[in-house]
């Protein structure tokens, strides 16, 4: 299994940014995919999630209404776009593959919100 993240960067406030998870080794269409995140000193939070076909979507309170997650089941990619991003929203941004027992974790992204 191999999850490659990209897309990160530095934006200012109320800018906007899309990642990308590019993923292999395992039948991509017929899983659960999520975004996480981590800020300095803070425990990995759930960001968002979107089940196999993309019908089905959940996000944390924080990001509603600004993020969405989505996902091309024939490019093997799922994405997370941010809009409206806020300082508080800078961390460093992970892919997971969600299975029975555990999953697997890319090695993230950073995204950073400053002026």
């Known amino acids: 299994v191999q999850l490659v993240e990209s897309g990160g960067g530095l934006v200012q406030p109320g800018g906007s940014l899309r990642l990308s998870c590019v993923a292999s080794?395992?039948?991509?269409?017929?899983?659960?995919m999520t975004w996480y995140r981590q800020a300095p000193g803070k425990e990995r939070e759930l960001v968002a999630g979107?089940?196999?076909?993309?019908?089905?979507?959940n996000y944390a309170d924080s990001v509603k209404g600004r993020f969405t997650i989505s996902r091309d089941n024939r490019k093997n990619t799922v994405y997370l776009q941010m809009n409206n991003l806020k300082p508080e929203d800078t961390a460093v941004y992970y892919c997971?593959?969600?299975?029975?027992?555990?999953?697997?974790w890319g090695q993230g992204t950073q995204v950073t919100v400053s002026s």
């Open positions: 979107i089940n196999s076909a993309g019908g089905i979507t």
């Open positions: 080794g395992f039948t991509f269409s017929s899983s659960v």
């Open positions: 997971k593959l969600i299975l029975p027992r555990g999953g697997y």
